[in-house]
């Protein structure tokens, strides 16, 4: 098992940064796969990021060039440093976990935390 805590949201300005983090309670090491969703009003959770164990990084077409995933494995915390934001990404951010044993696999989540772009 791992408990997830996001923080670092906020309400920012289109064309500002904001970082996320995501503190896991475990040696991120350990996790499988770690990564960053987002749900907006009205819409379907979106993957946003997520890195592999093993160090590959997807993210989803709409941030390419804008987010950048990472992780500091001393403090067992993986961020999103978010760029150049719009008015469209706002939605609440969660961060994901996901761990398999034995071929099972089991996905946690953060509380999320709400991102609001708007002038």
């Known amino acids: 098992q791992v408990q997830l805590v996001e923080s670092g949201g906020g309400l920012v300005q289109p064309g500002g940064s904001l970082r996320l983090s995501c503190a896991a309670s475990r040696s991120i090491e350990s996790i499988n796969s770690m990564g960053w969703y987002r749900q907006a009003p009205g819409k379907q959770r979106e993957l946003v990021a997520v890195?592999?164990?093993?160090?590959?990084?997807n993210y989803a077409d709409s941030v390419k060039g804008r987010f950048t995933i990472s992780s500091d494995n001393a403090k067992n915390t993986m961020y999103l440093q978010m760029d150049s934001l719009k008015p469209e990404d706002t939605a609440v951010y969660y961060c994901?976990?996901?761990?398999?044993?034995?071929?099972?696999?089991?996905?946690?989540w953060g509380q999320g935390t709400q991102v609001s772009v708007s002038s």
């Open positions: 890195q592999v164990s093993g160090g590959n990084i």
């Open positions: 994901n976990a996901r761990i398999i044993r034995s071929g099972f696999s089991r996905d946690y």
